[in-house]
């Protein structure tokens, strides 16, 4: 599967942006998919996961009750929607997919697209 994170840009404190992360090859419902994200100086951050068949999710606690993570499988996408963005929220943005069973870790994903840059300013 090869994936491609979409739908970055800049947005003022409080806004909201919607990425999206478009699979193509097998199918993204063959997969559990999960959010990343890494900041300039920093270590990549595992965000949250999405089951393959969206029946759970998982979200780091950095990220709780502002961002949700969905997926559209006939659509072979997944989303990650996020609200009330902070200024610390700023960073490349990748989705990454995995067969394993320990999908709510950060560790299992092992299967990586392209980033899509987000900026909140102040």
């Known amino acids: 599967v090869q994936l491609q994170a979409s739908g970055g840009g800049l947005v003022q404190a409080g806004g909201s942006l919607r990425l999206s992360c478009a699979t193509s090859?097998?199918?993204?419902?063959?997969?559990?998919v999960g959010w990343f994200r890494q900041a300039p100086g920093k270590e990549r951050e595992f965000v949250g996961a999405?089951?393959?068949?969206?029946?759970?999710?998982y979200s780091s606690d950095s990220v709780k009750g502002r961002f949700t993570i969905s997926r559209a499988n006939a659509r072979n996408t997944v989303f990650l929607q996020m609200k009330a963005l902070k200024p610390e929220d700023t960073a490349v943005y990748y989705c990454?997919?995995?067969?394993?069973?320990?999908?709510?870790?950060?560790?299992?994903?092992?299967?990586w697209g392209q980033g899509t840059q987000v900026t909140v300013s102040s």
């Open positions: 990454a997919a995995t067969v394993s069973t320990l999908w709510y870790q950060g560790e299992a994903y092992n299967v």
């Open positions: 090859g097998r199918p993204v419902s063959s997969y559990h």
């Open positions: 999405v089951s393959r068949s969206s029946a759970s999710t």
